[in-house]
Structures are given as structure tokens and as C-alpha cells.
């Protein structure tokens, strides 16, 4: 049972270059979400998934976009990455069935040069 | 909106010490509060889930409480560790159950 997983680990883009973060969970969780953590901003919600084939905007989604096509997956794409983009970013998956308690996996590091 | 407020920012302790972390909240209509804890450069770990209709959890040395009336929260840990040394970090859960909004986090260093 590896939790939630994310690939890749540590990714370099230049401005204006896209990529796709992968999430993946193999708990069966109804719920993904994408956070970003930022030094004195702490971690932000991205876009979040109620369940496949649905997406909502969380706090700070511009620049962003995700889909959910299987249970298990969740992607966030950067299609035009800036400078702002910089940060760690996280997935987290949570079932209501466990009170809706949340688990995170180790983080994306991306920095935009 | 929700803001949750962890204070303090950073504490030091020696090693064998009880201590408590606070987290605050600005609105009573949650539907749970999680305490996590996230060691450098690596993601975040579940320790206690409180629901709304409960007042504490507890699990080893730790315990945490819920006062959803006064909008408060707190991580006691006991006889502290090295190995506890880290950042902790509350956060609530709205009452639609899909937004988690975070504190700034108390980092906790143990000395031996």
C-alpha cells in the first residue's frame, strides 16, 4: 500500500514552458486535492476533486488546471509556467467514510527560472 | 473566511518536557480539525483527526482537543522527544467537507 505517491520529485522549468505534476492514491479515496506550500503563505489549495470527472477551484487556482479522468489520478498542469509558480506542491486524498481525514503525498519541488 | 492562527511560531524546549501547541480558528463551523506534522523538505503526516462533535483524540503521547464554541485547538505532547523535533501544523475542514485551510505552523525543536 504506497499512500499517495507524486511524480515528478524536483522539476527546473523555464518561464513559459508547461508540464504536468501526477498524483496517484491506492486507497480508493473519493476526494484529491492539489496544494501549494509557500515560505509565510503556508499551504494553499490549489483545485480539488469530489470525485472522478469532477474538478472545483480551490483558493489560488489561476494558472492552473487539473482533470481527473480515473479514480486514482489526479493531474495539475502548468500551461505557460512563471516565476510565481515556484514552490512545493502536494496532493492529499481523503475518504468521507474516515471523516474526511486527510493524507498527503511527499511533494513536487518545481522551481521556474 | 476561515483563518487559523498558530502560535507560537516556533518553540525550544528540553528534551523530556510536556508542552502544548495552540491553534486557533475564526469560524465554529467546521467539520474537523487534523494536526500534522512535517519534518524538511518532506510532506505532511497525519497524527489526529477531531470531528466536530468530539473534544479530544488521542494517540501514544499525544493528545489534542477541540472547543468548536471558542474556536480553539490544542496538541499536547508528552514527556517530548529529539525525534519530535519538527513543524506542526493544524488545520480545519469547512463544513462542506472539501476545503482544508491551514495554520502557519509552530516549528518544535527538542533538545537532548
Known amino acids: 500500500n504506497a499512500g499517495v505517491t507524486q511524480t515528478p520529485k524536483f522539476r527546473v522549468l523555464k518561464t513559459g514552458q508547461s508540464m504536468t505534476l501526477l498524483c496517484a492514491q491506492d486507497m480508493n479515496h473519493e476526494y484529491m486535492y492539489w496544494y501549494r506550500q509557500d515560505p509565510g503563505m503556508g499551504l494553499r489549495l490549489i483545485h480539488y476533486?469530489?470525485?472522478?470527472?469532477?474538478?472545483a477551484k480551490g483558493e489560488v487556482p489561476d494558472g492552473y488546471n487539473v482533470s481527473r479522468l480515473k479514480k486514482q489520478n489526479f493531474l495539475l498542469g502548468l500551461e505557460s509556467a512563471a516565476p510565481s509558480q515556484t514552490s512545493v506542491y502536494f496532493c492529499?486524498?481523503?475518504?468521507?467514510?474516515?471523516?474526511?481525514?486527510?493524507?498527503f503525498g511527499p511533494g513536487t519541488r518545481l522551481t521556474v527560472l | 473566511k476561515q483563518e487559523v492562527t498558530q502560535i507560537p511560531a516556533a518553540l525550544s524546549v528540553p528534551e523530556g518536557e510536556n508542552l502544548v501547541l495552540n491553534c486557533s480558528f475564526t469560524?465554529?463551523?467546521?467539520?474537523?480539525l487534523q494536526w500534522f506534522r512535517q519534518d524538511p523538505g518532506k510532506g505532511l503526516t497525519s497524527l489526529l483527526l477531531i470531528q466536530s462533535s468530539q473534544r479530544e483524540q488521542t494517540s501514544g503521547r499525544l493528545n489534542a482537543s477541540l472547543d468548536k464554541s471558542s474556536g480553539r485547538s490544542t496538541l499536547y505532547i508528552a514527556a517530548s522527544q529529539p525525534g519530535d523535533s519538527a513543524t506542526y501544523l493544524c488545520a480545519v475542514l469547512d463544513q462542506g467537507a472539501q476545503k482544508l485551510v491551514f495554520g502557519q505552523g509552530t516549528r518544535l525543536t527538542i533538545n537532548p
Open positions: 476533486s469530489v470525485g472522478e470527472g469532477t474538478t
Open positions: 492529499a486524498s481523503s475518504y468521507s467514510g474516515r471523516g474526511n481525514e486527510q493524507f
Open positions: 469560524d465554529s463551523a467546521i467539520y474537523n
